[in-house]
């Protein structure tokens, strides 16, 4: 599952504590995504991101 955030550091920081398996932290990648990584209870992937980079915020933009 992936969701795009305003914050993707104000998430995590809502979700310290309540989470217990963070794959990363959060990230920049290559491709210009702010990203946070982590499984659910069930084992899936989670991912929230916000683009940072002009390019990534172009492609994203609502």
């Not at 550091?9 to 963070?22: A, I, P, R, W, Y």
């Amino acid at each position: 599952l992936e969701f795009l955030v305003d914050d993707v550091d104000s998430v995590h920081k809502n979700l310290t504590g309540f989470v217990e398996d963070f794959v990363n932290e959060p990230t920049t990648m290559p491709w210009g995504n702010r990203a946070l990584l982590f499984r659910d209870p069930d084992g899936n992937l989670v991912n929230f991101f916000t683009p940072v980079t002009p390019a990534a915020i172009e492609k994203f933009a609502r």
